[in-house]
């Protein structure tokens, strides 16, 4: 071969050789690309996965709030009942004195009118027998 065909191979050795340095440069590129992405994805999966644990913190802690509400709601609910019962008990109560303190009253005012018809009639019998002591001498 002569020298011409030598630089001629060697030109093209070298542009290969170059070619092949930039498709290897290019391909280290998109690989450190890649683990950037890789890395970027790994810290959100992190930050997801932490984000996902307090969530269910937070729903173990409302639950446990809402289970507590509902005992209390309950209580309050037995104690409304209780207080309805006591007061159905009292009016009850109050409605029987209520009518003893009428039946009372009547029986009071029926006495009060036979105490007045009786003091009618010792006034008529005093008058009868004023008269008839004062007729008589």
Do not use: P, W
């Amino acid at each position: 071969m002569d020298i011409f065909h030598r630089k001629k191979l060697a030109q093209r050795l070298q542009d290969a050789e170059e070619s092949i340095e930039a498709v290897n440069a290019k391909c280290q590129r998109r690989g450190a690309d890649a683990i950037k992405g890789v890395r970027k994805y790994e810290r959100r999966v992190k930050e997801l996965t932490y984000q996902t644990e307090e969530d269910k913190k937070n729903v173990v802690r409302l639950q446990d709030l809402v289970d507590k509400l509902q005992l209390k709601v309950k209580a309050y609910k037995r104690q409304a009942e209780e207080a309805e019962e006591q007061a159905n008990t009292h009016l009850t109560r109050y409605r029987k004195v209520q009518h003893e303190l009428e039946e009372a009253q009547e029986r009071a005012d029926i006495a009060e009118s036979q105490v007045n018809k009786l003091r009618a009639k010792s006034r008529e019998i005093g008058k009868v027998s004023n008269t008839n002591v004062f007729n008589k001498g």
